[in-house]
């Protein structure tokens, strides 16, 4: 399906689900979009092993011991975008 198709094809879902009544149906697509977004969750963050975990624990008191820290305040200012 072509790019403009698909973003053609979102909007008429939208549409559709704007004007959707049946309350079932809307708890299928809640039920969807949070199966969607836990799998996405997953993707980006993979559960760690115990063994991982201790080394990322080793490694970040490593990075401590060097003087590579930030203080919350600098990360909370911090420009992210």
Do not use: C, H
């Not at 949070?34 to 970040?60: G, H, R, V």
């Not at 060097?66 to 305040?73: A, F, W």
């Amino acid at each position: 399906m072509a790019e403009n198709n698909i973003y053609i094809e979102k909007l008429k879902l939208l549409e559709w689900l704007v004007k959707l009544q049946d309350t079932a149906t809307i708890k299928k697509f809640i039920a969807l979009k949070e199966q969607n977004d836990t799998s996405d969750y997953d993707e980006a963050f993979p559960p760690m092993t115990k063994e991982q975990l201790i080394n990322n624990i080793k490694q970040s008191e490593k990075e401590i011991v060097k003087g590579r820290i930030s203080d919350i305040d600098s990360v909370l200012t911090e420009n992210w975008d």
